[in-house]
């Protein structure tokens, strides 16, 4: 019989030499004359114990990890005796920080062999899409709103109410676009689903397809993102070959087509319609709405847009049901987040729990605290748009609603820690001269106001006329929330007003150089 | 051979735009390939693009200069992309970077003696292992001196 072990090929786990240890174990297995299975999985979010490699023994999923390539004879010594081991950490579901997440939209990232539709089906896997497939396209749109299924793009808009729309539009031409740009810095979760289950992502597009009668969809994936852009690109070949995807769906007379689109190193090509553009071959400026891509989308048809994430959540809402789903979450947001623990923090990776959980519980219980050991000064909630919050913000839970009372934003679900080494004076300079690189130029408020907060922030940096330059922060900030054409200089003001009004001593520079 | 032919990029161009029907929405996927054949895009290649997609060389330029990924000079034998956004921050990214290019003897986007250039990137998706940095296609989590220099010496082989 033979030993089955699964080494990720997830990007995040390759960055930290799941490859070398993959190597080393065919090595050493060959070695001992032993006959050895290597499955390449996703990762199961743990990205501190990577690579974490799991033996698949009579007791299930056992793993070990972070191991290195040089341990790799130690590890089927001791696998094949029945000895312990150093990196030893015993069943993959019995660790804490598995045990006590709530996975459906990750459910199966990291146990399944990505490219395998029979790994994917024996898990569960397309039961959504043959629901589906007994359903009328006003029947599942209906059954994705009342599941209470919001965008996880950021922006939170319930998919339901966009699917309705794209549906009633008269038009025979119509488009699933996926956003899979995820620029936010602090997040990977779109990444590690579609290296880790690209077929749920492909289901979830199919079921739009047959909701709203669109027959094409189009996935854009930023070029930063190689692992994820070659894993997709398998996965359609595999699941066109197993006749779930292309012409004539299982004899169904339906039909849905996906292809793949890079990026090519924009942030903003993340907003909906600068994607548009780029999909379309342009310049990825962002374009005024109304109308809205519903109903004039991609080249001016009716399309869906939606993120990874929102997409690769259908299937279970279909697979179990609206209500099973609903049954999950807080007030107005319903279901599960895929919230990514980032930066300083000791316990780095994917946690998916119900809307609801704390900030405190995600940093502390899950995430250890910081990296460096350090105490905590803050975190940034939702990516380079979003805010810093303080300590004493930590018990609020993470919610849309409840956040947004608080001037902060859930976002894509990504959370940033830093330690007290932190300068939020920095953070803010740093805000503006994001926005100033990746602005599309299209409006003043953004495109000029990014440069002159830049410039203004490192007066303030200089100690000059401090109390003057923070009014006149705070008076440009106002113009930009107020002015801009997107959210990209709409939203850049949260992250600098939230430091200058949480950590004010950090801007106080003229009193640091006096008091030297 | 035609003069045409003679045109940096002339010929790969044209074969390129031809595997893609020549679609001008396929415009993205044209310059990234064009790039990997050629390692730039030459500003000669432009007027060709144009007239096999029918657009003006005004919306083939108006593309190349809007988006990052794409150059128009030659790049350097080896890139290293190195995070500077807020995650790779936390760990030190700054600090990081510059002790690289004070090794490599380079500011940023100038190409080292050893064909290594140093190009800031926003985010690699990596951001639980800050900080994080891709040489060439390689990605690379916890990254310090010694991965990065291993991974470029990995990648000049
Ligand atoms: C500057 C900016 C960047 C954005 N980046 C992303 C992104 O990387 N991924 C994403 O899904 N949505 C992003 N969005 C949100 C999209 O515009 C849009 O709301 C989303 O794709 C809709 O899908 P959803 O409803 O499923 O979230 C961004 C928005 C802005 C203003
Ligand atoms: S706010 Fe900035 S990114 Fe958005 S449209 Fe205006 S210039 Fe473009
Ligand atoms: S912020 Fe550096 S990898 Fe995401």
Redesign the pocket.
Known sequence: MSLVLFVPDDAAAVSVGADRVAAALAVAAEERGLDLRLVRNGSRGMLWLEPLVEWDGPDGRMAFGPVAPDEAGSLLDAISSGTGHPRALGPTEEIDYLKNQERLTFARVGVIDPLSVRDFEAHGGLEGLKTALTMTEEAICEAVLQSGL????????P?GI?WHTVREQAQAEKYICC??????SG?FA?RMLMEGDPFTLLEGMVIAGFATGARQGIVYI?SEYPHAISKMTRAIEALEEAGWLGGNIRGSGKDFRVSIRRGAGA?????????LNSIEGRRGT?RSKPPIPAIHGLFGKPTV???????ATVPVVLAKGAEFYKDFGMGRSRGTQAFQLAGNIRRGGLVEKAFGVTIRELIETFGGGTATGRPFRTAQLG?P?GAYVSEEMLDLPMDYEALAEHKAMLG?GGITVFDETVDMAEMARFAFEFCEE?SCGKCTPCRIGAVRGRETVEKILRGENVARNIALIEDLCELMTDGSL???G??TPMPVLSAILLFPEDFDRASALAAE | MSVSEEIPGAREARAICATRSNDPSMLLEILHDLQVRVGHIPGESVPILADCLNLSKAEVYGVVSFYHDFRTEPGAPITVRICQAEACRSMGAEALTERLLSRYGVSLSEISAAGVTFEPVYCLGNCALAPAAMVDGALIGRADGAAVDAAIAEAGR
């Open positions: 919001r965008g996880r793009g950021g922006a939170g808009f998919a966009k956003n899979a740009d995820e620029g936010d997040t779109d930023r942030y903003i090509c993340g907003e909906e319609s600068s994607m962002v847009v939606n993120n990874v994430l929102t997409l990516g748009l894509h990746e997107c959210a990209m709409g939203l």
